[in-house]
């Protein structure tokens, strides 16, 4: 299948188009089985669309106008070259309307469902180099092809709900886990979308250095790489129970992965065959893609994730988290094996919409 990428001159540097690609080719394993189950709740995604449109994503869009810099031919003319650069690597239509806003924080976001547009912040814009920025707004587009929105849309709604019922202990405790649940699937979210940066770029050394830069190196040449990388192994190979609890305590909040972390899982998928193997053309396709057909692999590979993750681990409530990601995928595809799929009358089960 490599004869069917297609190759396009930028710059000095010659970089593989994915035509038709799935998000599912770089979707990290739990991200999709969080995203194939939310997919498979019938009409969750289009009253979450409706809600959004009506009220944040309109509300946002018009803020963004009013108070930001749209990225254009002659505004910011080189993040417009990679904002159509990427969203042709990644076969995104329509290209998605990028935004520079001032704030000294180094961050980029995407919002809206029905029109998604990117937002990045004049701090990270400053920050990172050509190719650093070429690798934001690629991880950004990989956002609005996943559909990623809805985690966000989710958990705003839930947050905004979680406060209006502070007075309520119990109902508070319950949305309280409900969060920490999708902040862990947006983690691994934004590991996708790292995955989809890459394929933009196509340079994991540019990746490399825009997560150096954004864990905090002033100047990258003056980080040692291999010790820079030999953190996320300490970090990952703590063996004392009470560096696990603040571990756990450090990251249940928050919905994005830990700068160095997130560099190490980035080069390791970098150096995988799984990255290889889209570079030369082989990679699901939208057109022959089955979402809800491929629902109970997706939640088995969720699972499997976690538990390779505990292999690979040292951490000792690695194992904990192991168990539990392993049992409610394990759960969700028995639900799917018994309601999934229905006879037609010929011994053929055929998948449920």
Same mark, same amino acid.
């Given at each position: 299948?490599?004869?069917?990428? !297609?190759?396009? =001159? ?16 770089y979707?990290? /394993?739990?991200?999709?089985g #969080? ?11 289009? $009253?979450?669309? $409706?809600? *959004? ?5 309109r ?5 963004a ?17 990679? !904002?159509?650069?990427?969203? =042709? ?5 329509p ?17 809206g ?7 990045? *912040? ?20 990989g956002?609005?092809? %996943? ?41 691994? #979210? ?22 150096v830069?954004? @864990?905090?190196?002033?100047?990258? @040449?003056?980080?040692?790489i ?10 990952? %190979? ?16 928050? *919905? ?7 560099a ?15 570079? #030369?053309g ?8 089955? /979402? ?23 951490? /000792?409530? *690695? ?6 990601g392993?049992? $409610? ?22 998948? !449920?919409?």
């Amino acid at each position: 299948m490599a004869d069917q990428g !297609r190759q396009v =001159e930028q710059a000095d540097t010659a970089r593989m188009r994915f035509p038709g690609i799935s998000p599912r080719a770089y979707e990290h /394993p739990v991200d999709r089985g #969080a995203l194939a189950t939310l997919r498979m709740v019938p009409g969750f995604a289009e $009253v979450l669309k $409706v809600v *959004s449109g009506l009220i944040s994503e309109r509300g946002e869009r018009l803020m963004a106008l009013g108070s930001a810099i749209r990225v254009g031919p002659k505004q910011y003319p080189e993040l417009d070259r990679f !904002r159509r650069e990427c969203a =042709e690597t990644l076969d995104v239509d329509p290209v998605p309307n990028v935004f520079v806003a001032r704030s000294p924080d180094a961050n980029a976001m995407t919002l809206g469902m029905d029109e998604p547009f990117i937002v990045l *912040s004049t701090g990270l814009v400053e920050l990172l180099d050509a190719e650093g920025l070429r690798f934001a707004i690629g991880h950004e587009m990989g956002h609005v092809l %996943s559909g990623h929105a809805v985690y966000r849309t989710m958990m705003r709604r839930l947050l905004s709900l979680q406060l209006s019922m502070s007075w309520m202990p119990v109902s508070a405790l319950g949305l309280r886990a409900i969060l920490a649940a999708l902040n862990e699937w947006y983690r691994k #979210a934004e590991l996708s979308c790292d995955r989809a940066g890459l394929l933009c770029g196509q340079d994991p050394a540019a990746a490399l250095r825009a997560h150096v830069l954004l @864990a905090g190196g002033v100047d990258p @040449a003056k980080v040692d790489i291999p010790s820079f990388l030999q953190q996320a192994e300490e970090y990952d %190979s703590v063996d004392d129970i009470r560096d696990s609890v603040l571990k756990l305590r450090n990251i249940q909040e928050m *919905s994005h992965p830990l700068a160095v972390v997130r560099a190490s899982q980035l080069q390791k998928w970098a150096a995988s065959e799984e990255y290889r193997a889209i570079l #030369a053309g082989d990679y699901p396709r939208r057109d022959t893609d089955e /979402p809800h057909g491929t629902w109970s692999g997706d939640v088995k590979s969720a699972a499997k994730s976690y538990k390779d993750s505990f292999s690979a681990s040292a951490d /000792p409530l *690695s194992k904990v988290f192991a168990d539990v990601g392993e049992a $409610v995928s394990g759960a969700a595809g028995k639900v799917w094996g018994k309601f999934g799929n229905r006879d037609d009358g010929n011994g053929e089960g055929t998948t !449920r919409p």
